[in-house]
């Protein structure tokens, strides 16, 4: 037996006081546009889904796709403006959003779970009414604030082992589609499960303060005043006040950390260190 062995099995054996603590734990991952950067990184968070899930953690994935998006209003030559991290959203911009999340970026992360021996099912905030929406802001546009979750269907298939894999587009109470920013859809979903944790995955190790370190321990006062300070700006917003909301809704803790990192979640969930920023209530 050499080194290796014996490191791995000190790893383990640390592992198992978590493993123990997150058995039938939800666990809503956020996995943002940034953090699915190719083919390799999507298949190394899969395998991670599927491992949470193989020892029994109940993950639900909320994923983003802004990049994407741009990419396609690009090709189609529409243009697009953010306010405060979220996108203005007009009936054209709609029509392209919920068909490259819904269609293309929920698509590979349901196939790439599967190929890595977990059994995912793709759906939106559409299906059996998980989210319906009001407009965020006259402002916004066809942007969704999550009124209603019914997260009925997340349980059924919790139940039969299945991982859901959830676009975050909202339905309207008149029919209309919803444009909702992926963190806000992953904390009203979070907050709806009563989660044990919120985990979202950015292309930053954590929240920065003024210095540029990581804020490993965050407060709902310190994030007040960075913001203030306008160091918590862009896309960051969003994530920090979805990760209080959640809070406020009764999940346990929210983390900001990197998807980017080598098994970001398993590290999170499963080590004395943790990753990224946690904000507890
Ligand atoms: N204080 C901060 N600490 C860390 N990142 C910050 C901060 N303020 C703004 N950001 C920006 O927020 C970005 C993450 O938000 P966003 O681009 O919306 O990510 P995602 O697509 O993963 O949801 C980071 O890449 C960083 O540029
Ligand atoms: C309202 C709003 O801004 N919606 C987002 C939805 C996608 C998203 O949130 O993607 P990331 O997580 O990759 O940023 C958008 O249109 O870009």
């Known amino acids: 037996m050499n080194s290796d062995w014996f490191a791995t099995a000190r790893t383990l054996s640390k592992a198992l006081p978590y493993l123990q603590r997150y058995d039938g734990a939800i666990v809503v991952i956020k996995l943002g546009g940034h953090a699915m950067s190719s083919d390799e990184a999507m298949a190394d968070f899969a395998r991670d889904v599927v491992l949470m899930s193989q020892v029994g953690v109940r993950p639900v994935i909320v994923h983003g796709g802004g990049p994407m998006i741009n990419a396609m209003l690009d090709r189609l030559g529409v243009e697009s403006t953010f306010v405060d991290g979220k996108r203005v959203t007009d009936a054209k911009t709609v029509e392209v959003v919920e068909m490259v999340l819904s269609g293309r970026v929920n698509k590979w992360i349901v196939q790439a779970i599967n190929e890595q021996g977990g059994q995912a099912v793709g759906l ?11 407009p965020s802001h006259p402002e916004l546009g066809f942007v969704g604030e999550p009124t209603e979750v019914n997260p009925n269907l997340i349980h059924q298939l919790h139940s039969s082992d299945i991982i859901p894999v959830v676009a975050p587009i909202g339905a309207g109470r008149n029919g209309e589609t919803f444009n909702v920013n992926g963190d806000t859809a992953a904390g009203a979903i979070a907050a709806a499960l009563k989660a044990d944790r919120l985990l979202l995955l950015t ?33 960051m917003i969003p994530k920090t006040e979805t990760a209080l909301g959640a809070i ?3 999940v346990r803790a929210a983390v900001i950390l990197d998807g980017r990192a080598p098994n970001a979640c398993l590290l999170e969930l499963f080590t004395d260190h943790g990753a990224g920023s946690i904000i507890r209530p």
Do not use: F, P
């Open 124 to 134: 939106s905030g559409k299906d059996a009414n998980l989210m319906i929406c009001d």
């Open 203 to 235: 292309d930053v190790d954590g929240v920065r303060d003024a210095s540029g370190q990581v804020v490993t321990e965050l407060t709902a006062d310190h994030i007040a005043k960075l913001r203030a300070e306008g160091v918590i700006a862009g896309g």
């Open 248 to 250: 406020h809704g009764g």
